[in-house]
């Protein structure tokens, strides 16, 4: 069975692990505390780079979670997730490199900066630059490809539902508030919905992590190049 190397709240395991329900995949969680376990031995052996998510199928590895989105759309064909007509393909993976490019380091800035900073208002600029971006391109299509859901809907949609929880609200962009409401209805976005409380706990700690993280790094480069 394929085994998902993960953490609950990780922004880039999330459009992994809701890719593999919506495609019906039998598979097995494994989670990695990110609290200091992704620099173990173990964890290294399977990616040097010390981050989740990490897909196990049988005896072979994926790393990099737009290549394990790539590697079962095409391992698992059925249902697709991904368009092969040029233009929804390509607006399906502008969705996602902007959510991902943009969006997500944007969202850092917010969870990590305080209200009236400058960064927290460059982040929030950030957001507004892409929201008005994606409402553009979902105009009145129910998903972004149209009918059913693709991997922009598996990538966006765990980022842009959480916006209002950092108080960016969806109102100013009436298409993506019913997409992100449409797709928090579907009974695979509320398997990974985080609890209020596994919410608040993922904010107060994200904002000390990045630094335990540089520490751990500054470590391993000296191990790496002693
Ligand atoms: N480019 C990687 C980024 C993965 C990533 O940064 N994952 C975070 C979790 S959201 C992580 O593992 N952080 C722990 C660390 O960097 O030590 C991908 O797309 O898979």
Same mark, same amino acid.
């Given at each position: 069975?394929?085994?998902?190397?993960?953490?609950?709240?990780?922004?880039?395991?999330?459009?992994?692990?809701?890719?593999?329900?919506?495609?019906?995949?039998?598979?097995?969680?494994?989670?990695?505390?990110?609290? /200091?376990?992704?620099?173990?031995?173990?964890?290294?052996?399977?990616?040097?780079?010390?981050?989740?998510?990490?897909?196990?199928?049988?005896?072979?590895?994926?790393?990099?979670?737009?290549?394990?989105?790539?590697?079962?759309?095409?391992?698992?064909?059925?249902?697709? !997730?991904?368009?092969?007509?040029? $233009?929804?393909?390509?607006?399906?993976?502008?969705?996602?490199?902007?959510? !991902?490019?943009?969006?997500?380091?944007?969202?850092?800035?917010?969870? !990590?900066?305080?209200?009236?900073?400058?960064?927290?208002?460059?982040?929030?600029?950030?957001?507004?630059?892409?929201?008005?971006?994606?409402? /553009?391109?979902?105009?009145?299509?129910?998903?972004?490809?149209?009918?059913?859901?693709? !991997?922009?809907?598996?990538?966006?949609?765990?980022?842009?539902?959480?916006?209002?929880?950092?108080?960016?609200?969806?109102?100013?962009?009436?298409?993506?508030?019913?997409?992100? $409401?449409?797709?928090?209805?579907?009974?695979?976005?509320?398997?990974?919905?985080?609890?209020?409380?596994?919410?608040?706990?993922?904010?107060?700690?994200?904002?000390?992590?990045?630094?335990?993280?540089?520490?751990?790094?500054?470590?391993?480069?000296?191990?790496?190049?002693?």
């Amino acid at each position: 069975m394929l085994k998902l190397y993960y953490a609950r709240p990780s922004l880039f395991a999330r459009p992994i692990w809701l890719t593999l329900l919506e495609k019906q995949i039998p598979f097995e969680l494994v989670s990695v505390n990110l609290g /200091g376990d992704q620099f173990e031995p173990t964890f290294l052996e399977l990616n040097p780079f010390g981050h989740v998510p990490v897909l196990i199928d049988g005896d072979f590895r994926v790393i990099e979670s737009q290549a394990i989105l790539d590697y079962l759309e095409a391992k698992y064909p059925t249902p697709s !997730l991904l368009p092969q007509a040029p $233009e929804m393909l390509a607006k399906v993976r502008m969705v996602q490199f902007v959510a !991902l490019n943009e969006l997500l380091p944007a969202i850092v800035g917010l969870l !990590l900066n305080e209200t009236a900073t400058a960064d927290f208002q460059y982040a929030e600029a950030r957001v507004g630059n892409t929201l008005r971006f994606l409402e /553009g391109l979902l105009g009145d299509a129910s998903f972004f490809a149209g009918e059913p859901i693709t !991997l922009a809907e598996t990538v966006a949609g765990t980022l842009i539902p959480v916006l209002p929880k950092l108080a960016i609200p969806l109102t100013s962009y009436p298409r993506l508030q019913a997409w992100s $409401e449409r797709l928090l209805a579907r009974p695979t976005w509320q398997t990974i919905q985080l609890s209020e409380e596994e919410w608040n706990d993922f904010r107060r700690h994200f904002k000390v992590l990045p630094r335990v993280w540089q520490r751990r790094r500054r470590q391993r480069t000296q191990i790496l190049t002693s």
